[in-house]
């Protein structure tokens, strides 16, 4: 079984970051919801998400 690392970028704007990310990456996201996007980095061995900073604020309130 193989691991996958996770990295989760809090961002000020989802959809700009999913674009730029979508650019970046040269792949579409596996995921794009309100308050998650998610993508399956090259080579198989992480995902990075990107979380509106709303959400994230919400989450360290808890």
Do not use: K, W
């Not at 961002?11 to 700009?16: E, L």
């Not at 992480?46 to 919400?58: Q, T």
Request: charged residues 10%.
């Amino acid at each position: 079984m193989r691991l996958a690392s996770h990295f989760i970028l809090c961002v000020a704007d989802q959809a700009h970051g999913t674009a730029f990310y979508e650019a970046a990456l040269v792949r579409a996201p596996r995921l794009n919801v309100p308050g998650m996007t998610a993508f399956a980095l090259p080579g198989g061995g992480g995902v990075l998400g990107l979380m509106p900073e709303a959400g994230a604020a919400l989450l360290r309130n808890h």
